[in-house]
C-alpha cells in the first residue's frame, strides 16, 4: 500500500495500526503552515484506509509539540494586510477557521485516534490531543495553556474541550495562569488516561491499547465514536435515538455474526476492514 508522503509528518501504518508522527524534532515539532495542514490530510487519509483501524499520535525528538510556530504566528499581520481593515479582519477570522478545522479532522475521523505524549505538549499541542479519543503520557510530559503568557486568547479548541476533560475550574485556572501541569497531575485530572515511566514505555504501552481496539469489529468501532462523539454535544434523550438509528442500520451486520460464532468455537473473532 501507498502511504502519503509529507514534509513535516511521517505516516506508517501495521497490523491495522497507523501512526502519525509530527518530525520536526529540531523545532520541537512546532506547529507550522505545513504542519496544520498535513494533520488534515493524515487524518482524511485515515478516515479513507479500510486497513486502517486506530491510530497513534506522537512527536519525534524530545518534545511531542511546543506549539504554534512562532515564525508563523509573526507572519500574519503581513499575511492579512489590506488597505481595507474590515478585509483584513475577514482574513484573520478564516485563517483561525481554518486551523480550527485542522484540528477538528481528528475528531471528524470515524477511526480512534490515541496521543502518546511526551516532553512539551504546549498551547496548540494541548489543542492538538485535547481532540483525541484519548490521551496517554510519559512521566516526562508537562502541559500548558501557554497562550495567555504571549497575549492572546487560545483560539483552536483547548478553551472548548479542556473543560469537558478536566471540569471548568481547572481549565480557568490553566488558562489564566498558563502554569505547567506534570504527567502525575494531568493523571489526576483527567487530562490524560494513564502515565507511563519513560517514553519507550509509553510507546509500548499504547501500542498495546491500540491493537486491542485493531482487533474489535472495526464497524462496531466506528459507530461508537459516531455515537460518543454525538452523544457529547447532545441531550441524553437526544444520544439515545442516534444510537437506536445507527444500530437499526448496522447492528445486523457480518460483524456481530463472526463475534457470536467466534465466542462459540472458542476462537479470535477475524473481520474485514
Known amino acids: 500500500m501507498n502511504l502519503p508522503a509529507f514534509s513535516t509528518l511521517q505516516v506508517s ?15 520541537s515539532n512546532a506547529l507550522n503552515d505545513a504542519m ?14 479500510p486497513q486502517a483501524r486506530v491510530a497513534i499520535l506522537c512527536g519525534a525528538g524530545r518534545n511531542f509539540c511546543a506549539g504554534i510556530d512562532l515564525g508563523m504566528l509573526a507572519s500574519i499581520q503581513q499575511r492579512i494586510a489590506h488597505p481595507d481593515g474590515a478585509r483584513s479582519r475577514e482574513a484573520l477570522r478564516r485563517l483561525i477557521l481554518d486551523l480550527q ?12 485516534i490515541i496521543a502518546a505524549i511526551h516532553g512539551a505538549c504546549v498551547g496548540g499541542g494541548l489543542d492538538l490531543v485535547a481532540c483525541c479519543d484519548m490521551r ?30 478536566i471540569g471548568e475550574g481547572m481549565t480557568r485556572e490553566l488558562a489564566y495562569t498558563g502554569r505547567n501541569v506534570d504527567s ?7 487530562l490524560i488516561n494513564r502515565q507511563f515511566t519513560t517514553p519507550d514505555k509509553l510507546a509500548d504501552g499504547v501500542r498495546q491499547i491500540a491493537q486491542a481496539i485493531a482487533a ?33 442500520t448496522a447492528l445486523l451486520s457480518a460483524d456481530l455474526e463472526e463475534c457470536m460464532a467466534a465466542q462459540m468455537e472458542k476462537r479470535l473473532p477475524q473481520f474485514p476492514d
Open 136 to 165: 496517554y503520557a510519559s512521566t516526562d510530559a508537562v502541559f500548558s495553556i501557554k497562550e495567555i503568557d504571549i497575549g492572546m486568547v487560545a483560539d483552536v479548541g483547548t478553551l472548548q474541550r479542556l473543560p469537558r476533560l
Open 101 to 112: 478545522d485542522c484540528l477538528n479532522s481528528l475528531e471528524r475521523c470515524c477511526k480512534p
Open 36 to 49: 496544520w495542514q498535513e494533520i488534515r490530510q493524515a487524518c482524511d487519509w485515515l478516515d479513507a484506509t
Open 184 to 190: 502525575q497531575e494531568a493523571e489526576r485530572l483527567g
Open 216 to 248: 474489535k469489529s472495526p464497524l462496531a468501532i466506528r459507530g461508537t465514536k459516531e455515537v460518543l462523539n454525538y452523544s457529547r454535544d447532545h441531550s441524553v434523550a437526544e444520544g439515545l435515538n442516534f444510537v437506536a438509528t445507527w444500530n437499526s
Open 13 to 27: 501504518l501495521a497490523d491495522h495500526v497507523a501512526e502519525i508522527r509530527l518530525n520536526r524534532p529540531d523545532k
